[in-house]
């Protein structure tokens, strides 16, 4: 078919209006739709992976110092109560307790000040702040309480009880023959540990003060001190780096004229 081309300025219209066809057609060619997002789930939260509870272990002291052992509020707490009926024993023992006071402002072994109503007890070589209960063998009576002091320093005897342990036991005042089941250590039992040898009582000041002079002489490079107990007087030699086979070698090998030598856990 033939392309009829009309006179100049109808020639020039017709061919704007061609353009503009052309132009109009190649714009539609090229449009672009807007893609419409996919919708996605939001994101799930995940807890992280849960952990057992512990009860907090103090840090090992630095070596040459023994710091304070805290023990609770009256000697025991109700979180001592709630993990002794979860726990069995780690340590068990038998033997004689009493019970024992202090003087108003005397400090325990542990650090804190003695007190006869607090559940406390004295033990020679259990690590300070360990959590027990001790039953009495007798009469059945049982109660928690915590290591806070050393001692008993009698060969008769493994335990020393305060004023209100011995009551929640029944004996007080006395003695009876108990069993100590151990349930927790803040420290290890069997590894470690500062350890010393304790030797008393002496009768008068002089006896412990020429005992420590002999003992400086034969153990160079121990540390040892003389101090008063109550009517007696005491004295204490220390290995060096507090090691246990040194104390118990010690503790076997020492015949003191007065007393006996009685290995003790220091901390």
């Known amino acids: 078919m033939r392309l009829l081309i009309p006179p100049s300025t109808s020639r020039f219209r017709f061919l704007t209006g061609l353009l503009v066809v052309a132009i109009f057609a190649a714009g539609c060619g090229h449009k672009k739709t807007r893609a419409t997002p996919r919708a996605t789930a939001p994101p799930v939260y995940v807890p992280p992976p849960s952990t057992p509870t512990r009860r907090p272990v103090p840090e090992p002291p630095a070596r040459g110092s023994i710091p304070v052992t805290r023990v609770p509020e009256g000697g025991i707490s109700a979180e001592d109560k709630e993990f002794i009926l979860s726990h069995r024993p780690i340590y068990s023992e038998e ?46 009576q049982a109660s928690a309480m915590r290591i806070s002091d050393r001692g008993p320093f009698v060969t008769t005897a493994i335990l020393d009880l305060t004023k209100a342990s011995a009551q929640s036991i029944g004996i007080w005042p006395g003695s009876a023959q108990v069993r100590i089941d151990v349930y927790e250590t803040p420290k290890p039992m069997d590894i470690g540990g500062r350890w010393c040898v ?28 003389e101090f008063p107990g109550e009517r007696s007087y005491w004295v204490r030699i220390r290995p060096a780096g507090d090691d246990r086979e040194q104390a118990e070698e010690m503790a076997r090998r020492l015949r003191p004229e007065e007393g006996v030598a009685y290995l003790t856990r220091l901390d």
């Open 95 to 140: 033997g004689k307790a009493t019970w024992y006071t202090a003087a108003r402002g005397r400090k325990a072994a542990n650090g804190q000040l003695f007190s006869d109503e607090a559940l406390t007890a004295a033990h020679r070589t259990l690590p300070m702040g360990s959590l027990i209960v001790v039953t009495n063998l007798k009469t059945r």
């Open 198 to 225: 304790q030797i008393g009582p002496f009768t008068s000041e002089h006896k412990a003060i020429r005992f420590k002079e002999k003992l400086i002489d034969e153990y160079a490079g121990s540390k040892v001190i």
